[in-house]
């Protein structure tokens, strides 16, 4: 079956902590995003990768970081530096050049 | 401003009613305009896609776009208790970008 998985669904991470989070896809898809969501506040973009070791900022990049060395894989890990960081947490791809994006299935993060 | 407007509801209509949902922009370099359906606690997927302004229709789903307006609509014809779920829609002016969301509005249809 071909798609995005993300892991762990849920996470615990007391403060202080950094922690990672997993998304991985076999769609042969060139961009990844990562967005953060939030009640109220709909998806916020991250960082997105549109090919294997490159990629940018989004609006919210500040606490977060990640790595691009596989077109699978595209990590994220929330730092310390993150002061808010409980929310939930999708990853997307699309085709090149392409604009509809698929998401994964989330993974909560909620810090205690 | 933020680029994407919406409405976050709740909207609640009883089965079997025709739903409009929308949203405005306000880039008028947008060209890309998309609808996802997202359920509680799950990831959003992919139910509409257009290409700048005109209609399309899939089975219940309509969606419109208006750019002299910046306005995007999405209509679901004889609503259904599992359409219940949160739409998001989404643009971008440059395909293999990052899209740019709406809020969301939150949508309850009652059996």
């Known amino acids: 079956d071909g798609g995005i998985t993300q892991s762990p669904k849920y996470l615990f991470r007391k403060e202080g902590q950094n922690v990672t989070l997993s998304c991985e896809q076999n769609?042969?898809?060139?961009?990844m995003y990562w967005y953060r969501q939030d009640p109220g506040q709909g998806l916020r973009l991250i960082y997105y990768s549109q090919i294997v070791n490159d990629f940018q900022k989004g609006d919210i990049a500040e606490g977060y970081s990640v790595s691009r060395e596989k077109k699978e894989s595209f990590p994220l890990t929330v730092t310390s530096a993150q002061k808010n960081p409980t929310a939930f947490y999708l990853c997307a791809s699309s085709y090149p050049g392409g604009d509809e994006q698929f998401f994964g299935p989330g993974t909560r993060l909620t810090v205690l | 401003q933020k680029e994407v407007e919406q409405d976050p509801g709740p909207l609640s209509v009883p089965e079997g009613a025709i739903v409009s949902l929308n949203c405005t922009y306000s880039n008028s370099a947008f060209q890309y305009f998309m609808w996802y359906r997202q359920y509680s606690r799950k990831g959003p997927e992919l139910l509409m896609y257009?290409?700048?302004?005109g209609n399309k229709e899939d089975g219940r789903f309509t969606a419109q776009v208006d750019k002299s307006s910046k306005y995007i609509s999405l209509f679901i014809r004889d609503s259904q208790p599992s359409d219940s779920a949160t739409y998001l829609c989404a643009s971008n002016n440059q395909a293999g970008t990052a899209l740019i969301f709406g809020k969301g509005t939150t949508l309850s249809v009652s059996s």
């Open positions: 257009t290409y700048s302004s």
């Open positions: 769609l042969n898809h060139d961009a």
